[in-house]
């Protein structure tokens, strides 16, 4: 490991980390579309259905016993707050999807209260998405998307639905709840898709 003196070591730039036209946050803003749904736990599944009506359906003690990972990610909303570092567990995406056969290129997320995203299938896949359920240490709070939510951070924060109830797998991209409204169809922070047309 190399040593280097306290006067030339290169601190991280904020603008390394933050995607042009963000802002740094140190709390943890709540946007909600809508009142934050009650879900008991014993009600609640997930469910991934595929282009054919395939489905795949776990309940809450079935995701939990799946194999977690501890994942640190940094955030970005498209109303241009960031949150770097954040601490987080769930279940990867491609642990549950390694049971889906799909031949599929996008997907539809659904969540209980009836938000809806849309991104292609393969940002969900390769080590990018979680079914997360816990958040710096502590089950994931009810406004944040407790008990479980998507979180897809490499795209704006609109695409990791709270509250995540399933996702189902299309040939064609279909427009979720703000996509309909005029935001980005994909969402990349770093490239700042964040209306049609960006
Ligand atoms: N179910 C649901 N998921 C959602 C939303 C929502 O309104 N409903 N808002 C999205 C948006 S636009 C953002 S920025 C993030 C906000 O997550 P937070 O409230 O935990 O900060 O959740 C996303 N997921
Ligand atoms: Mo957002």
Same mark, same amino acid.
């Given at each position: 490991m190399a040593v280097v003196s306290r006067g030339f070591r290169r601190r991280r730039e904020p603008d390394d980390a933050l995607p042009p036209g963000q802002y740094l946050v140190r709390d943890f803003p709540v946007l909600s579309a809508g009142p934050t749904p009650k879900v008991a736990l014993d009600r609640w599944a997930f469910t991934i259905t595929t282009e054919a009506g395939m489905e795949h359906t776990w309940t809450w003690p079935q995701l939990r016993a799946l194999p977690s990972e501890q994942f640190t990610v940094d955030i970005h909303c498209v109303t241009k707050w960031s949150k770097l570092g954040t601490g987080w567990e769930g279940v990867s995406l491609d642990t549950l999807l390694a049971r889906v056969t799909t031949g599929a290129g996008y997907a539809l997320v659904s969540s209980y209260g009836g938000y809806t995203t849309n991104l292609p299938l393969p940002d969900l896949r /390769? /080590? !990018?998405a979680w079914i997360a359920y816990r958040y710096q240490g502590a089950e994931l709070a009810p406004e944040h998307g407790g008990p479980a939510r998507l979180l897809?951070?490499? =795209?704006? =924060?609109? !695409?990791?639905? !709270?509250?995540v109830r399933g996702i189902s797998l299309h040939e064609q991209d279909q427009a979720g709840f703000w996509e309909t409204l005029g935001y980005h169809m994909y969402g990349d922070p770093w490239r700042e898709q964040r209306y049609w047309g960006d």
């Open positions: /390769g /080590g !990018k897809v951070p490499h =795209l704006y =924060l609109c !695409k990791s639905a !709270k509250w």
